[in-house]
Structures are given as structure tokens and as C-alpha cells.
């Protein structure tokens, strides 16, 4: 620190390259798995001591060198090479420990157990990485026996290539876990409401039906729109958006719930839907969108108009296909000047003031209008580099309040990676024919059969 503070505004002013950060987070990832998990279970805890002594030296007399030159960059270049070292040092370490036990144990056994540990693995993603290093280092222990020569030549090729993947994997897992698992905003016990039973009151009984008997290869996000242009996330919801996601069908839909669907709210009689998350926050809402439509939500995020417009802006716009009506809407409602109908470019102002469009046709048509920006602005997310789509999830996750848990964000960091082989779809609850226009206590609301919508969302997602 007295170094970097010496070199003065040349370092305190600069930005670290992303390009020389990610691969030294994926090298710390891998050392921390290498030494931690494996090399002190194996006895070699001062091994592990003098490679961290070895990777602090390291650093330190590269920074001497470096950052009064370079500055940040000098000192990302500095730390890269450290953890560099260090994973050499613990690499040879491994290397004399294993060396011995691969001269005696079959590597037609040694493939069968890294291959049964793998598999165990992957069918249960919950044993996570260390269970798989315990599994395979149990199972070569009980496999053991000596080698016959026969196999050894063939058999070292197929072990170079399990260890490849290997590291490959730990990388890879390694960059996820560091990047993005703590980006998330946490769900606020504002947001979040008390919490709702499943038991609701008799009067409201009809409206319950049973849950959905999709399989749990569907992981439903519920997505709260708050309406405010600040960043407040309470009050009633604008935005009630269900973005469910099936892993094995590769499907993502994107389901959007009108505000004005008349339902029956957990401890608050009928109301419109959009009352719920006012009332109680996203326990009540998710609750109420279970009991009336048989849908489970996994988890939530709760985001705010500004957090709409400063998304498209950094995705650099969207590309919408505008009726006159509209033009002269946003025209008047937001920055910037569209010229005419027809294709244009929106910026992130624009774009939530088509988004909230309502009064020159319907909600259904506002819903819709909202699920046209977020497929563009996914579409455009898909199409950036790894470098840029890194840098957009460390800004605006942590402006998206949610109950996701660690695992579940590297899960969805990956799938963001992964976007373009997805099969992209969206539509709007009640679908057409499953609802009618009702006037309730002076509210104009839509009267709704929730099997048929729930059917709806069932036969989309599978």
C-alpha cells in the first residue's frame, strides 16, 4: 500500500484492466481449491505456507518495479504473475505427491473413478466441486493396485485430458463464484414483507386452485417493476414479470401479468394484483400470484424505473418498431427527438416511456410493449463480449434487490453467457379469451379464468 500510495495520482486515478483482472481472479480460484482442498488434506500444509510466501515476495518486488511506471496496470500485472508462481509451486508439490501413486494404481482405474466422480457430480450439482475431488481421490484409493505397463502410455494421455477439464472447470467456476455471487442487492425486509400463509380466507377459497405440476427443471424469477424514477423500492408495483427458465429445454419465457387482473390477496380481500406488493411486499405478491394462478415463483427481483433506463442505455439502446401514436407519445414525454414512425432507436428514456404506454390502446398492449424492450435489450446483451457483458452484470446487479442465493447467480451468470442458445418467448397473462372486462367498487378490472392461464404458462415453459 505505501508503494501504490508513493506512485501517487498515476496509480489512485487509473483503472485496472478487466483483461488482466480475470485471469488472475481465475488463477486465485484455482490455488485457493488447490491448496485448501486438496494439498492440506494430503499433509502439506507448510507446502502450502511457502507458496503463499513465495506469491506475496513475488508481488511485492514486481509492484516495487512496476507501479511507479505503470501504475494500475503495473500492479494488475504484478499480482497476475504472483498467483502465477504460486500455482506453479503448488502444481509441482501435487506433482510429487501423485507421481508416486500413479506408478502404482491402474490408469484404467484411475480413469473409471475421476469418470464415476464426474458423473456423480454433474447428476447432482449440489455436491459441488470439493465432493467431487473427495469422491475421485476415495475412489483411486479404493481401486488401488499395481499398474501393468501395458496401459500406462495410452492411459497418461487420458489423464492429461481429465486433468485439463479438471482445471478447466475449477476456472471457470472459480471466475463465476468471485465475479458475481455477491453483485446481487439484497432483498430488504421492506421489499420482503412478513412472511404469508398458505392458508387464506373462506371467502376467497374459489379462487384457489391446485399448483402446477411442471417439473422442476423450471426455475421461475418473479420480476417487480416498482413505480418510482428514483432509487426507492417500495410502493405499489407497475411491473409484475415472470422470467422462468428451463435448463433442459433451453427455454426462457418471459411472462408479463396485467396489474389490473382482479384476484383475491391473501389477508386483503380482492384487489387489483399490483395492490399485493404495496400491501406486503414480495412474500404477499408471490403468494397471491400461487394461489390464484398455481404458478411457483423461486426467487424475486425487485428493480425501479431508473434502474430500466440506465440498463438500456449501457446495452446502448433498442430497437423498436413505433406507430404514430406512440412517436408523438414519446416525443413528448421523454429526451431526445424521434423523427417518424417506423423502426427507431430508443434510448433508455424513450424506451420506458413506450414501455408505460397505455392510454391509446390497452394494458395488454403496454405489457406487450414491455417485453419488446426486455427481448432487445437481451438480444443485445447476448451479442457482447464476455469482457463487456462482465462489466454490465458488476454494475447493475447490485441494483436488482433479490432472495437469489449464491449458487443460483452463477447459475444465471452462466446462462447469460450461454443466451443465444436459447429459445427466447414471451406473452401476457390472461391470454386472449380467458378474461372479461368487470367494474368493481369503481375500478375497471379483468375478470380472469386462472386455469386456463396457468395452462397457458405450463404449455410455454415445458
Same mark, same amino acid.
Given at each position: ?218 426455475? #421461475? ?145 403496454? #405489457? ?95
Amino acid at each position: 500500500q505505501c508503494i501504490m500510495l508513493l506512485s501517487g495520482e498515476a496509480y489512485m486515478g487509473a483503472i485496472q484492466p478487466m483483461q488482466i483482472l480475470m485471469p488472475t481472479t481465475i488463477f486465485i480460484g484455482i490455488t485457493n481449491i488447490l491448496g485448501i482442498q486438496i494439498l492440506v488434506p494430503l499433509g502439506k500444509e507448510r507446502a502450502v505456507l511457502h507458496s503463499e510466501i513465495l506469491g506475496a515476495v513475488v508481488d511485492l518486488i514486481l509492484n516495487f518495479l512496476l507501479i511507479p511506471k505503470y501504475a494500475a496496470s503495473g500492479a494488475a500485472t504484478g499480482t497476475l504473475i504472483a498467483e502465477l508462481a504460486v500455482l506453479v509451486y503448488q502444481m509441482a508439490v501435487l506433482w510429487k505427491v501423485v507421481r508416486p501413486m500413479l506408478r502404482d494404481i491402474s490408469y484404467l482405474k484411475i480413469f473409471v473413478a475421476t469418470f464415476l466422480a464426474l458423473a456423480a457430480t454433474f447428476w447432482v450439482p449440489a455436491l459441488g466441486l470439493r465432493t467431487f475431488f473427495t469422491l475421485a481421490i476415495s475412489s483411486l484409493l479404493f481401486f488401488s493396485s499395481k499398474a501393468s505397463d501395458k496401459n500406462k502410455s495410452v492411459a497418461k494421455i487420458v489423464v492429461l485430458v481429465l486433468v485439463a477439464i479438471i482445471a478447466l472447470v475449477a476456472a471457470v467456476s472459480a471466475f463465476l463464484l468471485s465475479h458475481y455471487s455477491g453483485l446481487f442487492g439484497d432483498l430488504r425486509e421492506e421489499e420482503r414483507g412478513k412472511a404469508v400463509s398458505d392458508t387464506v380466507d373462506d371467502t376467497a377459497a374459489n379462487q384457489i386452485i391446485a399448483p402446477t405440476n411442471i417439473s422442476d427443471d423450471v426455475f #421461475t424469477i418473479l420480476l417487480v417493476g416498482v413505480d418510482s424514477y428514483q432509487d426507492t423500492y417500495t410502493g405499489r408495483s407497475d411491473v409484475q414479470m415472470l422470467i422462468s427458465i428451463n435448463q433442459k429445454s433451453k427455454k426462457l419465457v418471459i411472462c408479463s401479468i396485467l396489474r389490473d387482473c382482479y384476484v383475491s390477496i391473501p389477508g386483503h380481500g380482492n384487489n387489483r394484483i399490483n395492490a399485493a406488493y404495496g400491501e406486503g411486499g414480495t412474500n404477499l405478491l408471490t403468494q397471491t400470484i400461487k394461489n390464484n394462478f398455481g404458478i411457483p415463483v423461486n426467487r424475486v427481483g425487485v428493480i425501479n424505473f431508473k434502474v430500466v433506463t440506465d440498463f438500456v442505455d449501457a446495452v446502448g439502446g433498442v430497437d423498436v418498431d413505433l406507430s404514430p401514436e406512440e412517436v408523438e407519445i414519446i416525443n413528448n414525454g421523454s429526451s431526445g427527438y424521434l423523427s417518424g414512425a417506423g423502426l427507431n432507436h430508443l434510448n433508455g428514456d424513450q424506451a420506458l416511456t413506450y414501455a408505460r404506454i397505455r392510454k391509446i390502446d390497452s394494458d395488454f398492449s403496454r #405489457t406487450k410493449r414491455q417485453r419488446v424492450v426486455m427481448e432487445d435489450a437481451l438480444e443485445k446483451v447476448g451479442n457482447m463480449s464476455l469482457t463487456q457483458q462482465s462489466s454490465l452484470l458488476q454494475e447493475f446487479l447490485p441494483r436488482v434487490h433479490t432472495d437469489l442465493t449464491r449458487s443460483e447467480v452463477i447459475n444465471l451468470a452462466s446462462l447469460i453467457l450461454r443466451l443465444k442458445s436459447f429459445d427466447v418467448k414471451s406473452f401476457a397473462i390472461p391470454i386472449d379469451g380467458s378474461w372479461s372486462d368487470m367494474r368493481v367498487s369503481g375500478m375497471d378490472v379483468l375478470d380472469i379464468d386462472f386455469s386456463a392461464n396457468r395452462k397457458a404458462w405450463e404449455d410455454a415453459v415445458s
